[in-house]
């Protein structure tokens, strides 16, 4: 079982509705976690990072999560043609070096 | 502008050559690391240090090298190259005790060996 859990899609969704990216992990201890955004050919970009159970919001973004269910989740509001890439969900298990699921990748259609 | 610089961006070069990816940051972060990528897939970590003069291997078996002399550089050494090495590389970095930061990552270097 791999540490980060992601679905590799592709998740389809129109342009203005809401994507829904979501991630589990495996170790108890972990303690924050990121989502990193990479458009095709491009390096990873940090969008979000959460530690505390619960959302947090960041323009059109929204980080849940939930240490009981071990699972993170990404929300898009209003969703662009521009938010097209792949989504990486990353967790730090106890205080080592940042693990990465293998990413989902969204399309947003006009 | 603090930032973590790779050069070069593409290399196209032929087997058996010995190569070295450079990777330096300006922001003064102890820990670096270097990942390979392949298209549409995962990352892979294949090196990283905690410091100057520590080195470790990653999770990925990787024929290449590297070493950390100063803290803002971390370069990549692959000392014969082969059409398997073909692939991007991405170094990283973040500094140390803060563990709300995440990871920098350079704009890539991508090599192809034929």
């Known amino acids: 079982q791999k540490e980060v859990e992601q679905n590799s899609g592709p998740l389809s969704v129109p342009e203005g509705a809401i994507a829904s990216l979501n991630c589990t992990y495996s170790?108890?201890?972990?303690?924050?976690f990121f989502w990193y955004r990479q458009y095709s050919g491009k390096s990873p970009e940090l969008i979000m990072f959460?530690?505390?159970?619960g959302d947090k919001e960041d323009g059109r973004f929204t980080a849940q999560l939930n240490k009981a269910s071990q699972y993170v989740s990404l929300l898009i509001r209003d969703s662009q043609p521009s938010d097209s890439a792949t989504y990486l969900c990353?967790?730090?298990?106890?205080?080592?070096?940042?693990?990465f699921g293998t990413g989902t990748r969204l399309l947003v259609s006009p | 502008e603090a930032d973590i610089y790779q050069t070069p961006r593409y290399l196209v070069i032929g087997t058996g050559k010995k190569i070295t990816l450079e990777c330096s940051q300006t922001?003064?972060?102890?820990?670096m690391y270097w990942y390979q990528q392949d298209p549409g897939m995962e990352l892979h970590l294949i090196h990283y240090s905690y410091g100057v003069n520590s080195t470790e291997k990653g999770d990925l078996s990787s024929e290449s090298t590297v070493s950390r002399i100063r803290t803002e550089h971390f370069p990549l050494t692959l000392e014969s190259a082969r059409p398997s090495h073909t692939s991007q590389y991405l170094c990283?970095?973040?500094?140390?005790?803060?563990?709300?930061?995440?990871?920098?990552f350079g704009s890539g270097t991508r090599l192809t060996v034929v």
């Open positions: 990353a967790s730090i298990p106890g205080f080592q070096k940042l693990v």
């Open positions: 990283a970095s973040s500094p140390r005790g803060r563990l709300n930061y995440g990871y920098t």
């Open positions: 170790d108890r201890g972990s303690q924050s």
């Open positions: 922001m003064g972060h102890d820990k």
């Open positions: 959460i530690y505390s159970n």
